[in-house]
């Protein structure tokens, strides 16, 4: 297994997920879990900027941390999400979609991969706003407070349907781009 700062960032991202969670459990007002759980997720999000920027501009990109940065971010999203149904901030269901579409289109790419077709499901600018839609709402939720006259849940919540909104096209453009390899295998 090959090892560099971008791979040993990526690793953190993974070993902060199991701290998030437990900043929850820990005895403290519900502020101060929020604010704690929210700092730390804004920090693992942002050492997905920073790793795959190192990784590219030190020239230390690697198949192991191509495989391993999606995996770190999807367990984050998927961690922060079953916490904030458990705190009844997001709808089961905004998570079960959100979820499951991550899984599914998980096993699709690698299943495209293994036919040699990975490129015709790659990252498309639908995902990058379900990314962006994402990233944004759930620190706010995290957070759940009132910040400048407004709830952080009400934003949180707004754009975090709008996640799944477009975790839903996106994966009906994903499936619809590899249809051709799905008739195929028959």
């Known amino acids: 297994m090959p090892m560099n700062l971008p791979i040993v960032l990526t690793w953190g991202r993974m070993l902060a997920i199991p701290l998030l969670v437990a900043v929850f459990y820990l005895p403290l007002s519900a502020w101060h879990q929020n604010l704690i759980a929210t700092v ?3 920090i693992a999000a942002v050492t997905d900027w920073v790793d795959g920027y190192l990784a590219r ?3 230390q990109t690697t198949a192991f941390g191509a ?9 984050l999203v998927c961690a922060a999400l079953v916490m ?4 009844g901030r997001v709808d089961g269901l905004i998570a079960v979609i959100i979820i499951g579409r991550e899984i599914a289109i998980s096993a699709l790419r690698e299943w495209m991969a293994r036919i040699g077709a990975h ?3 790659a990252v498309h600018k639908i995902g990058k706003f379900k990314t962006a839609s994402q990233l944004v709402a759930i ?3 995290l957070l759940d407070a009132r910040i400048l006259g ?3 849940r009400y934003v949180g919540t707004a ?5 799944a909104v477009l975790t839903v096209w996106s994966m009906f453009y994903y499936l619809q781009r590899a249809r051709p390899y799905l008739r195929a295998e028959k």
């Open 40 to 42: 730390m997720f804004i």
């Open 57 to 59: 501009r030190l020239g």
């Open 67 to 75: 495989f391993l940065d999606p995996v770190a971010d999807k367990l």
């Open 84 to 87: 904030l149904v458990q705190l």
């Open 119 to 121: 490129a015709s499901v």
């Open 139 to 141: 620190p706010l939720l």
């Open 150 to 152: 407004v709830e952080t």
């Open 159 to 163: 754009l975090i349907v709008i996640a």
